[in-house]
């Protein structure tokens, strides 16, 4: 899509409530003894940015110039998630420091990207009207550096009705358009922004009316339109896509998500791409379905995530193309290290040869401890050399293919030697996961990782699924 490459870095602000969103991967495979309860065996661990935080993470993704309005705790979550800020080269001069907790949500991830839990820490107490004017003072002296401000809203004490209205307010002075993602039910908090952004229950709870159905929409998306003066009311629809309603007009655009693993941050992602649209003048339509695109390779990740625009373009690229888009070769190797310079690499390998649900949850959870999961796979010459002469079952061509169809992989490569040792030291990966099979002093290039302040990660395997038990299931 060409009108991609009118997407240019514009000074956008985030206002809202920010989150530690924070994965403990693991699996469940007994039942306490102390009460009847599954024991969670913890393996690993990933923090992102979550809520105002994670809308702010996916600007930066889609190569927008980023600051951020909030509030975090006194805590460790919080200088965590100033430290996230920092890496992803996020302005936090107009972020306060209080004594509350950080909200911080962790979820427990079993078997299968299986969530069997999840711990909410948080203050959902109002903000004071002293920090709240402080922070307003200092938004005024900076509003004009701004092309377009985002309020999220997730209702956790900072976005209070006067607040919001203060906000709105000196945007409209200053002529700068306002999205708000809602969640409050009190309608008056949100008059006078550009644009709403609703998903079905939502919009149902701002206007107590019915929307079964699409036509329900829009006459509901029209009448919360007039009532808070927006100039247009977006409504995520979940599988079915997306509702935009303007002054006497409607836009509908079908989910493009092929594959949907979470769908967690989706609408973080679809407000960052559609701000970062608007901010840019691309026109309305064009800026919801770059938003959609985005959406759907979010719903294809697993857990909390962001969306680069250079993903975008490979995906409309991908659509005339198949997956080749996601198969490295010995060139964009090379490169590939300096174009993802700000992104965490996972680096996996493998021969893949039958794929079962062994290799789909043990990738699904290596997906999860980085931005790029990058799989090495052995060429058949190399399986041969690993295997024996009957071995591979599956040609390389096809476990590219099989491996690339995933939306949880992001790049394949092959490799012709028995170990991955040199394209370890060719990608220089931030994270290196191997199989339950291993010792993590035995993973190859586990020096190479080390020597860059990387991790190796074991991940188990499934008990009972393995190429081998397969084959030797069909000759039985």
Do not use: W
């Not at 989706?266 to 309305?284: E, Q, S």
């Not at 300096?338 to 789909?360: P, Q, R, S, Y």
């Not at 790049?411 to 291993?438: A, C, M, N, S, W």
């Amino acid at each position: 899509m060409s009108i991609l490459n009118q997407v240019k870095a514009k000074s956008i602000l985030v206002v809202g409530d920010v989150m530690l969103d924070t994965y403990y991967n693991g699996e469940v495979t007994r039942i306490s003894p102390e009460a009847p309860v599954p024991v969670f065996r913890k393996v690993s661990e990933q923090s992102v940015l979550g809520g105002a935080a994670n809308v702010a993470a996916n600007l930066v993704a889609a190569g927008q110039k980023v600051s951020i309005l909030t509030i975090v705790g006194e805590d460790e979550s919080g200088k965590k998630l100033l430290q996230n800020f920092a890496d992803k080269k996020i302005d936090t001069t107009l972020v306060r420091k209080l004594k509350r907790n950080t909200t911080v949500k962790i979820r427990f991830m079993a078997d299968n990207n299986q969530q069997v839990l999840r711990l909410d820490i948080e203050d959902t107490e109002k903000v004071g009207d002293d920090i709240s004017e402080i922070l307003l003072s200092e938004l005024k002296d900076k509003i004009n550096r701004f092309d377009m401000i985002i309020i999220s809203d997730y209702l956790k004490g900072l976005l209070t009705l006067e607040f919001t209205q203060e906000i709105l307010s000196m945007a409209k002075k200053s002529q700068i358009p306002v999205i708000v993602d809602v969640k409050d039910s009190n309608t008056d908090k949100y008059k006078g922004a550009y644009l709403l952004k609703p998903n079905l229950k939502e919009l149902c709870t701002l206007t107590n009316m019915a929307v079964r159905t699409k036509q329900e929409i829009v006459e509901v998306s029209q009448a919360l339109r007039i009532r808070c003066n927006c100039q247009y009311i977006l409504t995520t629809c979940g599988a079915n896509g997306m509702v935009l309603v303007g002054d006497g007009f409607s836009y509908s655009v079908p989910s493009v998500g092929k594959e949907v693993y979470d769908v967690t941050g989706a609408g973080d992602t679809v407000i960052a791409y559609l701000a970062a649209c608007i901010a840019n003048k691309i026109k309305m339509k064009d800026a919801v379905n770059i938003s959609n695109y985005a959406a759907g390779l979010q719903v294809a990740k697993a857990g909390t995530s962001t969306v680069s625009i250079r993903e975008v373009r490979e995906h409309l690229t991908s659509q005339r193309q198949g997956a080749a888009h996601k198969v490295l070769d010995s060139v964009s190797v090379l490169e590939f290290r300096d174009d993802h310079a700000d992104k965490k690499i996972v680096f996996t390998n493998g021969c893949f040869d039958i794929l079962h649900i062994g290799h789909i949850r043990y990738l699904q959870q290596a997906s999860l401890l980085g931005d790029i999961l990058v799989v090495g796979v052995n060429s058949d010459d190399s399986v041969k050399r690993l295997k024996g002469h009957e071995r591979p079952i599956n040609s390389e061509k096809d476990r590219v293919e099989l491996l690339s169809a995933l939306g949880f992989v992001d790049y394949v490569i092959v490799f012709k030697e028995d170990t991955p040792y040199e394209l370890v030291r060719t990608l220089q990966p931030d994270i290196l996961v191997k199989g339950g099979d291993y010792s993590p002093n035995d993973v190859v290039g586990r020096d190479i990782i080390k020597s860059r302040g990387g991790e190796v990660v074991i991940i188990p395997y499934v008990e009972g699924r393995s190429t081998t038990k397969i084959i030797e299931k069909l000759r039985a």
